[in-house]
């Protein structure tokens, strides 16, 4: 298969892409690196990334900016933020990329474990991750030409923990990670969300 990645740059993605590039060929997408550039937050970029890699046969999202932080303290940009990128970019690589990709093709867009188990200080990621959940299942009965689309749920990952100088011994490893995005592409699932934890 032709698989975009974006993200391919980052942690998970850098892990999807090594572990894809073995049976697959693979464009990778980046806000500022990569085959192509990509900004998730305007709809105009994502039809500009689109035009540029040309037909693929999936499309796989690690990116997405939002924020952690107190729930008093969020302001407006902060749920902006989240909802026109996280949310809505990777909701506009479907919209988007439904003309773009072929017959049976597969949409792997990125949520998160705070969407079903929250902690303090997560309520715009929770809510963005829950949203892209949702709309996975709902677009998955309009999808034509047999496309499917799916979402992967990280935990949180385990060299991001030991950056931050936290225990790691609860994270799953990126190329661990990697392991559900392979079997959203290569599976049949559709509508599902994977949870990463079972598939380490």
Not at 107 to 114: A, E, K, R, V, Y
Not at 168 to 178: E, K, L, M, P, V
């Amino acid at each position: 298969m032709k698989i975009l990645i974006v993200g391919a740059n980052g942690l998970i993605g850098g892990a999807i892409a090594d572990r894809l590039s073995v049976k697959h060929e693979l464009i990778r997408a980046g806000h500022s690196g990569g085959d192509v550039q990509v900004d998730l937050g305007s709809k105009a970029s994502v039809e500009g990334m689109f035009e540029a890699a040309g037909p693929v046969d999936a499309v796989v999202c690690a990116a997405g900016l939002a924020n952690f932080g107190a729930f008093k303290e969020l302001d407006d940009g902060d749920f902006d933020l989240a909802l026109s990128n996280k949310l809505m970019g990777q909701v506009n690589l479907v919209r988007v990329g439904q003309n773009h990709i072929r017959d049976g093709g597969s949409f792997t867009l990125t949520s998160g474990i705070l969407s079903q188990e929250p902690s303090p200080g997560s309520s715009v990621l929770s809510m963005v991750n829950g949203g892209l959940e949702s709309f996975a299942k709902a677009a998955a009965l309009e999808l034509e030409r047999d496309m499917r689309v799916n979402v992967v749920s990280p935990d949180f990952v385990k060299e991001t923990m030991e950056m931050m100088g936290m225990d790691s011994a609860a994270g799953i490893s990126a190329a661990n990670t990697a392991k559900a995005y392979e079997a959203a592409v290569e599976g049949q699932h559709n509508g599902a969300t994977l949870a990463a934890r079972d598939y380490a």
